[in-house]
């Protein structure tokens, strides 16, 4: 039966900067990469050398825990850098791509039509079995599991996150063999959560074969993660697998097209953009001819491939992260203020009501990257449970993972959550904790000892 939740608890930030509903097309840019550090837990194999001509849907390497898992070029042309850092770790794999871009073919077919095994081979042979991830971890799902769910966040509610519902309009087909190839991996739901109170599109209001649910509230109301958390919890043992809408294109493509298709929309978003808006392009492009179309305002920027909570930092010729579907440019902050502390900050943004700026609350401010202070001891201040919508206590479970206290992780809640899940605690930190590091760290843990 479909849901509606309400998330009470969780913030939203607004700022300067929001993408205009325009979709750019510009022509593709002359190098992509794909990045093993862009998946968790990776340990990536070779299967390619510098030099090597390759298509789109070749693959470049594999997972050296589970050979099945293959990461494939995002675009056919030529591998002209391997870059590795320390002890030889490849960063990324850089293609110089054609200017016409050239396929694998893959064979097309209805996913009703075929089975379990069928749909998982085709997804690991094409390579884009990297989209589908679970929790626990958040990393990319074994192929061997069975899930008990899928999930699938049709919203995004971080700060200036791109419209979906204007991206996915009239993408109906794809995203419905999508779906179809997904209800075929498990046995359970596939749950689709839509934002309640809107007109949605029709390509996620009648969507077939899957439970669709209605969610409300503040961010992180947009998150898998919590989405899962309130409708189908994730305990020790078992599995829950989770795409994002653009994924879900992806597999459709295959199935309909036969091809390893990694087009997408991004929003180019933040205060330091001339124009912000959307624009066309593939998974770890380089954003180079992006910038320079969208536009920096003077000053030094900060450029995030993904939002201001959970993105990395960038720079002006960088790539696209695989999963990211945002870029959010802000002021950097590195100039000292005078006295900021006794002004009355009617332009900062508060959660606190330090500044009377919470008299203003449907204000959009223009946040840079300044902490504000330095880290500080770590104590209960009840800031994380006003920004936490899960029935798991926040600080405990952080403190558990700094002690290393592998059971008490497990009881606390550790299977239920990523890095993001923590990202508005660390954003309301008075202490200045690392929150989504802490978190990083004992899912490693836990997933040596047990996973």
């Known amino acids: 039966m479909a849901k509606h939740i309400k998330i009470n608890k969780g913030l939203n930030i607004k700022l300067i900067g929001e993408a205009g509903q325009l979709i750019e097309v510009l022509p593709l840019p002359e190098t992509f990469v794909l990045k093993p550090t862009d998946f968790k837990g990776l ?3 070779l299967l ?3 030099g090597d001509e390759v298509l789109t849907g070749t693959p470049l390497f594999y997972d050296n825990d589970n050979e099945t898992i293959k990461f494939c070029s995002p675009v056919s042309g030529e591998v002209v850098q391997i870059l590795r850092g320390e002890k030889r770790k490849i960063l990324e794999v850089k293609i110089l791509a054609d200017k016409e871009i050239r396929f694998l073919k893959f064979d097309r077919a209805a996913p009703k039509d075929l089975t379990r095994e069928t749909i998982i081979e085709r997804l690991l042979n094409s390579g884009v079995w990297p989209f589908i ?12 599991d069975n899930p008990k769910s899928v999930f699938i966040s049709a919203f995004d509610s971080n700060p200036l996150a791109p419209d979906l519902n204007f991206i996915m309009k009239d993408q109906d087909e794809d995203f419905q063999t999508g779906l179809d190839a997904l209800q075929r991996l498990t046995e359970g739901k596939v749950h689709l959560n839509i934002k309640s109170g809107i007109d949605n599109p029709s390509v996620f209001a009648d969507a077939k074969g899957v439970e669709v649910n209605q969610i409300s509230g503040p961010h992180p109301a947009g998150n898998v993660g919590v989405q899962i958390h309130h409708i189908d919890p994730v305990n020790k043992g078992e599995v829950v697998w989770y795409v994002q809408p653009q994924d879900v294109l992806v597999i459709g493509r295959l199935f309909n097209k036969g091809k390893f298709d990694l087009s997408k929309t991004i929003a180019v978003t933040g205060s330091m953009v001339n124009a912000p808006k959307y624009y066309q392009t593939i998974a770890g492009a380089s954003i180079k001819n992006i910038m320079a179309d969208a536009g920096l305002k003077e000053g030094v920027s900060r450029i995030i491939s993904g939002n201001i909570l959970t993105g990395k930092q960038i720079d002006s010729e960088g790539y696209l992260n695989f999963y990211d579907s945002q870029i959010t440019v802000i002021p950097e902050g590195d100039e000292p203020e005078f006295i900021g502390w006794l002004k009355p900050g009617l332009d900062k943004f508060s959660v606190s009501r330090a500044f009377f700026s919470w008299l203003m609350p449907g204000k959009k401010h223009d946040l840079d990257t300044n902490m504000h202070g330095e880290e500080r001891p770590f104590v209960m201040t009840g800031q994380y449970e006003k920004v936490f919508p899960m029935d798991i206590y926040p600080v405990q479970l952080l403190k558990s993972i700094l002690v290393e206290d592998l059971e008490l992780m497990e009881k606390l ?5 990523i890095e993001e899940d923590f990202a508005l ?7 200045k904790i690392e929150s989504q590091h802490i978190v990083s760290k004992g899912l490693e843990m836990i997933r040596k000892e047990f996973g």
């Not at 991830?133 to 061997?144: D, E, F, K, L």
């Not at 809640?413 to 959550?417: C, P, T």
């Not at 605690?425 to 202490?431: K, L």
């Open 43 to 45: 340990v990536p194999k």
């Open 48 to 50: 390619i050398k510098e």
């Open 133 to 144: 991830r679970q929790r626990p971890y958040g990393i990319v799902a074994n192929p061997a």
């Open 413 to 417: 809640g550790i299977y239920e959550v």
């Open 425 to 431: 605690c660390e954003f309301v930190c008075t202490s």
